[in-house]
């Protein structure tokens, strides 16, 4: 058995790296474990972010090679090819290679004295007396060894199987949706420097359909579903969307990679004895738009902020490291609640009534109204700020009885 001596990170995705990060800046010995050859590989998310996210993590501006390119806005195509556009005056969100992004977690995390173990599958959590005291591991996929560490944080990513030994409840397998991404080439009639999202549940049950153009001519096109298969629903975007298929049907896929995606809000409890879970795992994700990173990794920070406490007052207990998740219930709390009903709404509505809402938010002209949001990770602030406007409450109404109308 080795000693890690202070804090052992299950995975090296972006949030395991940035609380790793975190913690290693107030000068702890920290270890992380990946169980991939290489940090961000495979590769698995679009890596749309948004910028005052980035900022508010201390991570923008990227260094140049990680942007493949920056949005002014989005485009919102109905099922039967009505639009409606929100155009800002300057960039809001950016797309990133998600390999170069996490590379650079780890190698900042690298710099402040972070340990990372490649090709290391943690198999199991140590456990003593009802305390997690560190993980089995299965170094180079040959050699099982144990590693003690005073605290253990998961940031192991969706499949939860090192959180269901903790017996802590997982996410919410009803509220997952499989998506599909592909890199493609010959993406024709877009403007470069807007996201379309396509909306249907012909298409994308559930969820919906995205299209981001980079600077290299290329785009990445995708869509998650609640059910059925979500290749066919992407091969049918292609070819039948009505607006969709005038951009992509001449397109050429080049890759496509397969992942699902929690939509269900955050685990109801994030912490026990010794243990904090981060990032997916803990389903910390937006329920609206199914983006994790930047929510994650602001829970990463506070995870970090919480285990430093803990290790300076020797206490790992539920009842200490319980502050992790009332902190981040004070500053996601109210913004995950609402993206989430936000989530039901619209999978409630049928495809004639989100026609409906696109159609009378362009006639009330709510693209103009949208263009002074300033937040759009906290969607549940930026709610009720713009409930200041007429506009988004007619809107908000309009939705409201649709919604109603749907489920007398």
């Known amino acids: ?18 609380a790793a990060l975190n913690l290693a800046k107030h000068g702890f010995n920290v270890t992380v474990f990946e169980e991939h050859e290489e940090i961000g590989i495979p590769c698995h998310c679009t890596g749309h972010l948004s910028i005052n996210g980035l900022r508010a993590l201390g991570l923008y501006p990227l260094p140049k090679k990680i942007v493949e390119n920056f949005f002014y806005g989005a485009n919102f195509h109905s099922p039967s090819g009505k639009t409606l556009s929100v155009r800002f005056s300057q960039p809001v969100t950016c797309i990133v290679n ?31 007396n009802d305390f997690v005291k560190g993980a089995s591991v299965k170094l180079n996929g040959e050699i099982d060894d144990d590693f003690t560490a005073k605290i253990v944080v998961d940031a192991e990513g969706i499949s939860s199987r090192i959180l269901r030994q903790t017996g802590l ?124 990173v930047i929510m994650g990794m602001n829970c990463a920070r506070i995870a970090a902020e919480v285990a430093g406490e803990a290790l300076r007052a020797n206490d790992f207990s539920s009842n200490f490291l319980s502050k992790y998740q009332r902190q981040c219930e004070k500053i996601l709390g109210f913004d995950m ?34 263009q002074n949001v300033e937040d759009i990770d906290f969607q549940g602030k930026t709610l009720v700020h713009a409930l200041r406007s007429p506009r988004v409450l007619s809107v908000l109404f309009y939705l409201f009885l649709l919604h109603l109308s749907a489920n007398p």
């Not at 058995?1 to 940035?18: K, N, R, Y």
């Not at 989430?340 to 938010?361: E, G, H, P, Q, V």
Request: with cysteine; hydrophobic share 40%.
């Open 98 to 128: 998600r390999t170069l992004f996490d590379k650079h977690i780890a190698e900042n995390a690298k710099k402040a004295g972070v340990q990372y173990s490649l090709n290391s599958q943690v198999k199991s959590l140590i456990i003593e």
């Open 169 to 292: 409840q997982t996410l919410n397998s009803e509220m997952l949706v499989n998506a599909v991404q592909a890199e493609v080439e010959n993406v024709k009639d877009i403007e470069s420097d807007m996201v379309e999202v396509f909306l249907g549940k012909d298409y994308a049950p559930g969820f919906y359909a995205w299209l981001a153009p980079k600077q290299d001519g290329k785009a990445k096109v995708g869509l998650a579903a609640q059910t059925g298969n979500p290749k066919e629903f992407l091969q049918k975007l292609m070819h039948n969307h009505p607006t969709a298929s005038r951009k992509l049907r001449t397109a050429r896929i080049l890759r496509t990679v397969f992942h699902p995606v929690t939509l269900g809000g955050p685990i109801p409890k994030t912490y026990s004895n010794g243990f904090l879970a981060v990032g997916d795992v803990a389903s910390q994700v937006k329920s609206t738009t199914g983006g994790g």
């Open 337 to 370: 609640k609402a993206m989430f009903r936000i989530r039901k709404m619209l999978n409630a509505m049928s495809d004639k009534k989100i026609d409906y809402a696109i159609t009378f938010c362009t006639k009330l002209g709510l693209d103009r109204t949208l």
């Open 1 to 18: 058995m080795e000693t890690v001596s202070d804090a052992i990170i299950v995975g090296g995705g972006p949030c395991g790296s940035f």
